[in-house]
């Protein structure tokens, strides 16, 4: 028991003197806020923006293959999606047959044509004997009556001839331009009604089109640049396809549509572009690219040293005793991971470009990467 309450009062001696001790030690000053950071100094350079329009693929020129005559289709000359040249013999619907009608009526013609030489080689001897009297009146006028019926089967065998050639001619569905044929909608042997069997559908494909959508405030844009043609060296139209790969060819604007639409405050553009290897495709969905550069060189500094605050810009600024200030700019567009700056910075001003979330102004940095500009 004596030994316990000796350990109790030697416990709390202890403790009292340590407590002693806390009290009188001097308080330490905080450590100094070293943030580390990377720097850039403004620069300037030309920009490029670009703006993308969401477009589809269409051809410039394009129509439907339909049956012309009626009768079975006898012949197909060329395979589903074939690259075919205008003139090209694509279908054949009762050649044999419309070429049997079309033989009639040619023989129909020269048989009408030998029978009004006939009557003429009589009305003609008439005549001479009437002049002299020596026939009866009646039976000139029967003759001349013969003759102009005669005249008159000629003209109807000749217009039959012309309807048999034309049905032959129809008989035989070609390419109407050179383009690229869709899948056949018929086989050999089926049977098919004039004017409204579709045999096929044939499309250009080279150049071919694509339409996309602006707005009425672009629309003075786009008229420059369909004057341009070519010839634009502050603007290029692109294209984006299906996975984010760039076409290979510039295009053009060839047509702007007559009236705005009143609903959307949009107007229809239509671009061309070459296609010898056939990679656009009539319905494909891309973007036209529209890319802008600016006649003069532009100060610009990375996107991710901005920083936004009630709907104002803000950036880091490094003073000449390694702290940093905030400072207000009024920024333009953006380019990629850079952004314009219009007002409230000065060439060669070195900024914070990475580690300013960690900031505060007034914190005293140390550059651990740093750029000599912002290019």
């Given at each position: 028991?004596?030994?316990?309450?000796?350990l109790?009062?030697?416990?709390?001696?202890?403790?009292?003197?340590?407590?002693?001790?806390?009290?009188?030690?001097?308080?330490?000053?905080?450590?100094?806020?070293?943030?580390?950071?990377?720097?850039?100094?403004?620069?300037?350079?030309?920009?490029?923006?670009?703006?993308?329009?969401?477009?589809?693929?269409?051809?410039?020129?394009?129509?439907?293959?339909?049956?012309?005559?009626?009768?079975?289709?006898?012949?197909?000359?060329?395979?589903?999606?074939?690259?075919?040249?205008?003139?090209?013999?694509?279908?054949?619907?009762?050649?044999?047959r419309?070429?049997?009608a079309?033989?009639?009526?040619?023989?129909?013609?020269?048989?009408?044509?030998?029978?009004?030489?006939?009557?003429?080689?009589?009305?003609?001897?008439?005549?001479?004997?009437?002049?002299?009297?020596?026939?009866?009146?009646?039976?000139?006028?029967?003759?001349?009556?013969?003759?102009n019926?005669?005249?008159?089967?000629?003209a109807?065998?000749?217009?039959?001839?012309?309807?048999?050639?034309?049905?032959?001619?129809?008989?035989?569905?070609?390419?109407?331009f050179?383009?690229?044929?869709?899948?056949?909608?018929?086989?050999?042997?089926?049977?098919?009604?004039a004017?409204?069997?579709?045999?096929?559908?044939?499309?250009?494909t080279?150049?071919?089109?694509?339409?996309?959508?602006?707005?009425?405030?672009?629309?003075?844009?786009?008229?420059?640049?369909?004057?341009?043609?070519?010839?634009?060296?502050?603007?290029i139209l692109?294209?984006?396809?299906?996975?984010g790969?760039?076409?290979?060819?510039?295009?053009?604007?060839?047509?702007?549509?007559?009236?705005?639409?009143?609903?959307?405050?949009?107007?229809?553009?239509?671009?061309?572009?070459?296609?010898?290897?056939?990679?656009?495709?009539?319905?494909?969905?891309?973007?036209?690219?529209?890319?802008?550069?600016?006649a003069?060189?532009?100060?610009?500094?990375?996107?991710?040293?901005?920083?936004?605050?009630?709907?104002?810009?803000?950036?880091?600024?490094?003073?000449?005793s390694?702290?940093?200030?905030?400072?207000?700019?009024?920024?333009?567009?953006?380019?990629?991971?850079?952004?314009?700056?219009?007002?409230?910075?000065?060439?060669?001003?070195?900024?914070?470009?990475?580690?300013?979330?960690?900031?505060?102004p007034?914190?005293k940095?140390?550059?651990?990467?740093?750029?000599?500009n912002?290019?």
């Amino acid at each position: 028991m004596i030994s316990n309450k000796y350990l109790f009062i030697l416990l709390a001696g202890t403790g009292l003197l340590v407590s002693c001790k806390q009290k009188t030690a001097p308080a330490q000053a905080p450590a100094e806020r070293v943030i580390p950071v990377s720097t850039v100094q403004v620069g300037e350079e030309p920009v490029a923006n670009t703006v993308n329009y969401p477009g589809t693929v269409v051809a410039l020129n394009q129509t439907e293959l339909r049956a012309e005559v009626n009768g079975y289709v006898t012949n197909i000359f060329v395979a589903d999606g074939a690259t075919v040249s205008r003139g090209q013999r694509l279908y054949e619907i009762d050649h044999i047959r419309y070429k049997a009608a079309k033989d009639q009526a040619k023989a129909n013609l020269e048989i009408a044509e030998a029978n009004l030489d006939k009557i003429r080689r009589d009305l003609d001897r008439y005549k001479k004997l009437d002049e002299k009297q020596a026939i009866a009146k009646q039976i000139l006028d029967y003759a001349e009556t013969d003759f102009n019926n005669a005249r008159a089967q000629v003209a109807a065998a000749r217009a039959n001839l012309v309807t048999a050639e034309t049905n032959l001619a129809r008989s035989v569905i070609t390419a109407p331009f050179n383009g690229t044929l869709g899948i056949s909608q018929v086989r050999q042997g089926a049977l098919v009604s004039a004017g409204s069997t579709l045999m096929n559908t044939i499309s250009s494909t080279n150049p071919i089109a694509v339409d996309f959508m602006v707005n009425e405030r672009d629309l003075q844009a786009f008229v420059e640049l369909q004057k341009k043609g070519n010839s634009a060296k502050d603007s290029i139209l692109s294209l984006e396809l299906p996975g984010g790969n760039i076409y290979s060819r510039y295009g053009k604007v060839t047509t702007i549509d007559r009236a705005v639409d009143q609903t959307s405050g949009t107007i229809a553009v239509r671009a061309s572009f070459d296609n010898p290897e056939g990679l656009l495709r009539v319905g494909m969905n891309v973007n036209a690219r529209i890319t802008n550069r600016s006649a003069t060189p532009e100060m610009v500094i990375p996107y991710k040293a901005v920083m936004e605050q009630l709907g104002e810009s803000f950036v880091y600024i490094v003073t000449d005793s390694n702290t940093v200030q905030t400072q207000k700019v009024k920024l333009g567009i953006k380019v990629e991971d850079k952004i314009v700056v219009k007002e409230g910075l000065t060439l060669g001003t070195t900024i914070v470009s990475e580690g300013i979330v960690n900031l505060r102004p007034g914190d005293k940095i140390t550059v651990q990467n740093n750029a000599q500009n912002a290019r």
